[in-house]
């Protein structure tokens, strides 16, 4: 079994950085492929970013490019997503998913994981 909770997220101003973690419960962490998902009001789930088991591999949509990181620490069972410059537009519940098992190019599909926290809102003023 594994537990996500996230924690970090707020009302900033746009411009702003803010950084959200994800805390994983149980020994398997390190063999987990991690993400982030993202919900804005009366709009579906969509794909952040991904961090493979290693570290060694990345995936972000298109539109966190270059603004967010996302990075995990095994050693304390640790997911982070650090968002700079932020926008309006990233204005969403966002959400932590892990899974087991990732087939080629499904790591930016909801249904790819088994794992979710209960989400952390995150809120951009103009």
């Known amino acids: 079994q594994v537990q996500l909770v996230e924690s970090g997220g707020g009302l900033v101003q746009a411009g702003v950085s803010l950084r959200l973690s994800c805390a994983a419960s149980g020994r398997t962490f390190s063999t987990l492929v991690m993400a982030w998902f993202r919900q804005a009001p009366g709009k579906e789930r969509e794909f952040v970013a991904a961090i493979s088991w290693s570290g060694g591999s990345t995936w972000y949509a298109d539109s966190v490019k270059g603004r967010f990181t996302i990075s995990r620490d095994n050693a304390k069972s640790t997911s982070y997503l650090q968002m700079n410059s932020l926008k309006p537009e990233d204005t969403a519940v966002y959400y932590c998913?892990?899974?087991?098992?990732?087939?080629?190019?499904?790591?930016?599909?909801?249904?790819?994981?088994?794992?979710w926290g209960q989400g952390t809102q995150v809120t951009v003023s103009s």
């Open positions: 998913a892990a899974t087991q098992r990732v087939g080629s190019d499904t790591y930016y599909y909801t249904r790819t994981y088994a794992y």
